[in-house]
């Protein structure tokens, strides 16, 4: 019941295009989830994250939205560009639980 | 402010030995968590330390253990090593507790165990 799904495990746009990340959770307490970008030989950092309380969050280029009813939430960047190739992963943590991972996606922006 | 730091960056051992990680956190912060990443499977949780008390474990062996001391720097241990403990070891570490802030990682420790 903890674990989180993420989809798709790679995704290749064209540079100017958008780009989606959805992952779905099963634990109904989780009311926190971040994303992190990982770029190639780096460490992950935080990018953009939303707490239940709130359907949606933008920050420039990339948005998140929460649908609590369905336990999925998504990452949207638009206009892609080159340097937003990187490995993304979702996460959810609530209460006192541990902070969970998806498996990651590997997103390929082409010029 | 510098950053989480952690040592050695870089290991091979063979199997059946031992190993211990360091993590030194961002001054002030005092949780640390620990995640094991492989290809295909992202960041898995190993555990999580606040104050010198471990807060969650994930679904790991009893090989894999950790601590943390007063200053807040943890160390992770993994005993009898097997092939598949090959990976990059991150640590995390955050002014509250991880589920709910923002995780600050390492550089990680690359394992290779032969």
């Known amino acids: 019941g903890e674990n989180v799904e993420q989809h798709p495990s790679t995704l290749s746009v064209q540079e100017g295009d958008s780009a989606v990340i959805k992952c779905t959770y099963s634990d109904s307490a989780s009311n926190y989830f971040p994303w992190y970008k990982q770029e190639l030989g780096k460490r992950p950092q935080l990018i953009i994250d939303?707490?239940?309380?709130?359907g949606e969050k933008k920050d420039q280029r990339i948005a998140v939205t929460l649908n609590k009813t369905a336990k999925h939430f998504s990452l949207h960047i638009t206009e892609t560009q080159p340097e937003d190739s990187a490995v993304y992963f979702c996460?959810?943590?609530?209460?006192?639980?541990?902070?969970?991972f998806g498996t990651g996606t590997r997103l390929q922006v082409f010029p | 402010k510098a950053g989480v730091t952690q040592t050695p960056r870089y290991l091979i051992k063979t199997r059946g030995q031992q190993v211990t990680l360091s993590c030194s956190p961002i001054s002030g912060h005092r949780s640390v968590s620990w995640y094991q990443q492989t290809p295909g499977q992202g960041l898995q949780f190993l555990f999580e330390?606040?104050?010198?008390?471990?807060?969650n474990k994930g679904n790991f062996p009893g090989r894999f253990s950790g601590r943390q001391f007063s200053n807040s720097r943890s160390e992770m241990n993994v005993s009898t090593l097997e092939l598949g403990d090959s990976a990059l070891y991150l640590c995390a570490s955050s002014l509250a507790t991880g589920e709910t802030g923002e995780l600050f990682f390492g550089e990680g420790s690359r394992l290779t165990v032969l």
């Open positions: 996460a959810r943590g609530g209460g006192t639980d541990k902070l969970i």
């Open positions: 939303i707490r239940s309380n709130v």
């Open positions: 330390y606040f104050s010198e008390t471990q807060r």
